[in-house]
T-cell receptor
Framework: DTAVSQTPKYLVTQMGNDKSIKCEQN?????MYWYKQDSKKFLKIMFS???????INETVPNRFSPKSPDKAHLNLHINSLELGDSAVYFC?????????????FGQGTRLTVV | RKEVEQDPGPFNVPEGATVAFNCTYS??????FFWYRQDCRKEPKLLMS???SGNEDGRFTAQLNRASQYISLLIRDSKLSDSATYLC???????????FGPGTRLSVLP
């Protein structure tokens, strides 16, 4: 069973389009995240949700809108896609608090904007 | 200054070598510390948590020095399969924000 699954795995789309990436976790975790890994391979947090509430919203264009319909899902919608949005987007989840609570990652969505 | 910094790499070592990775973090209130491993075109996966007293898992040893805000990872008897990017990760907000270092790439050569 896949713990954190995101779809699609690959996404190629034209500039200006709107697209969504879905993420689901079956680990019963309270916290879910979206990370972006750019061409330099640097992983940077975009959003963090805890029990469906937005906790962290880093400096991300408002074209990016996360939606958490329930604790197990955190989807990412992107409007008016730009070339610079091309990257790998990783969804992750972890349980709340405690020491050494690790984050589990999905397989990533490789987004290419042409 | 970046929140989490690592050796720039890459490290190219022969099989059987011992290799050490260093990491420093800027937020003294950080709670938990980890080493993750990322293979090419794959997601990051936990290699090991880092405990205050230091911990070992087979060929891997992690150390934490809170006073110096320094974390290390030692790999002994390197295998070809150890080739990957090693990411230093710091939890700065009780499991709500994991901050990643830029990673250090390791290539173990036959």
């Amino acid at each position: 069973d896949t713990a954190v699954s995101q779809t699609p795995k690959y996404l190629v789309t034209q500039m200006g389009n709107d697209k969504s990436i879905k993420c689901e976790q079956n680990l019963g975790h309270d916290t879910m995240y979206w990370y972006k890994q750019d061409s330099k391979k640097f992983l940077k947090i975009m959003f963090s949700y805890n029990n469906k509430e937005l906790i962290i919203n880093e400096t991300v264009p408002n074209r990016f809108s996360p939606k958490s319909p329930d604790k197990a899902h955190l989807n990412l919608h992107i409007n008016s896609l730009e070339l610079g949005d091309s990257a790998v987007y990783f969804c992750a989840s972890s349980s709340q608090g405690g020491e050494n609570t690790e984050a589990f990652f999905g397989q990533g969505t490789r987004l290419t904007v042409v | 200054r970046k929140e989490v910094e690592q050796d720039p790499g890459p490290f190219n070592v022969p099989e059987g070598a011992t290799v050490a990775f260093n990491c420093t973090y800027s937020n003294s209130a950080s709670q938990s510390f980890f080493w993750y491993r990322q293979d090419c075109r794959k997601e990051p996966k936990l290699l090991m948590s880092v405990y205050s007293s230091g911990n070992e898992d087979g060929r891997f040893t992690a150390q934490l020095n809170r006073a110096s805000q320094y974390i290390s990872l030692l790999i002994r008897d390197s295998k070809l399969s150890d080739s990957a990017t090693y990411l230093c990760v710091v939890d700065v907000n009780y499991g709500q924000n994991f901050v990643f270092g830029p990673g250090t790439r390791l290539s173990v050569l036959p």
